[in-house]
């Protein structure tokens, strides 16, 4: 049992909440997740069976896409209406405002990640310590806003979408919104709906996934492992290099057979990546080409 599945996470669980049932479900203990959410997050929440957990760290950082409501006027220890409220202040700003403050977060932005948050600092995790009351000094780190927009305004809500690169803190973006427009908020709602290429029109649910193993359709819901990188070219050795394949061992561009020859030659840049499969096309793993040997170098194999 190999691929991926998009899960629609429900919200008051944990990602691992999320693991731990498809374990069961799916009967197998080899599964993993790409980008934690919080529990009052819903969404997109890829996970990865088999072989496809081997795609950790292989992956490129991809920019991520929520669906956001806030409430202005209060303050909580976490940023968003689960936590302890530190503070509440009026609300007495004009919808010309918030527009202007919403969307003069777009492009750089550097955030400081908030201390309940999974980031480890000295090997321990920010949430570890907050929840002891223990509050440390971070540095802010760079983030992009690729595009923001505002959905509706309904005081003291406001919900917007927007477009993030990979680790940014959308409620720490609230917090901060709250903050330039003079006042306090916090999240009310999350959604991801898009991780890369991951969509939430592609996401199913775990009931869902679990009506598909008890009637036999899983492959409808669980994606081939090699569609995650369906970004790279594709190249097929020739037949009797199949055990250089199977090896992980490096391949010349004269281990592919004479009709390849003019992808062979697109694909041979420095540090470009490349899907690599055996003559009969099974997925074998990624490569890289590297000038300096000439040759493509193993980077991840996928091969059961």
């Given amino acids: 049992m190999n691929g991926y599945i998009v899960v629609d996470k429900p919200e008051g669980m944990t990602s691992f909440d999320v693991i731990r049932t498809l374990r069961k479900c799916l009967q197998t203990k080899k599964i993993g997740h790409g980008g934690t959410l919080d529990p009052m997050v819903t969404g997109v929440l890829p996970v990865f069976v088999g072989n496809a957990t081997r795609a950790a760290g292989v992956l490129p950082e991809a ?11 209060v303050k909580t220890d976490t940023e968003d209406l689960t936590g302890t409220v530190t503070g509440t202040a009026e609300v007495s700003v004009t919808e010309e405002e918030i527009r202007e403050a919403i969307l003069s977060f777009q492009g750089e932005y550097f955030q400081i990640p908030p201390m309940y948050s999974a980031k480890k600092v000295d090997g321990k995790k920010l949430y570890e310590l907050a929840r002891k009351g223990t509050v440390i000094p971070r540095t802010a780190e760079r983030r992009f806003i690729k595009e923001i927009r505002i959905d509706e305004i309904e ?13 940014t803190y959308v409620r720490t973006l609230v917090s901060d919104i709250g903050e330039k427009l003079g006042t306090f908020a916090a999240m009310a709602s999350l959604r991801r709906v898009r991780h890369g290429s991951f969509r939430i029109g592609d996401a199913v649910t775990l009931s869902k996934i679990e009506e598909a193993v008890s009637c036999g359709t899983l492959s409808a819901v669980l994606h081939p492992t090699e569609e995650l990188f369906s970004a790279y070219p594709r190249l097929s050795v ?5 055990r250089f394949l199977s090896n992980g061992n490096a391949l010349l561009p004269s281990d592919f057979p004479e009709e390849e ?16 499969a055996f003559s009969d096309g099974g997925f074998g793993g990624i490569y890289r080409f590297s000038g300096e040997s000439g040759e493509f170098v193993p980077v991840r194999m996928f091969f059961s």
């Fill in 261 to 276: 020859r003019e992808n062979v030659l697109a694909a041979s840049s420095e540090g470009n990546r490349v899907r690599i």
């Fill in 238 to 242: 020739r037949q009797e290099c199949d």
């Fill in 155 to 167: 005081l003291p809500y406001v919900s917007f979408s927007v477009t993030c690169s990979s680790g």
């Fill in 63 to 73: 920019d991520k896409e929520y669906v956001c409501t806030m409430k202005l006027g």
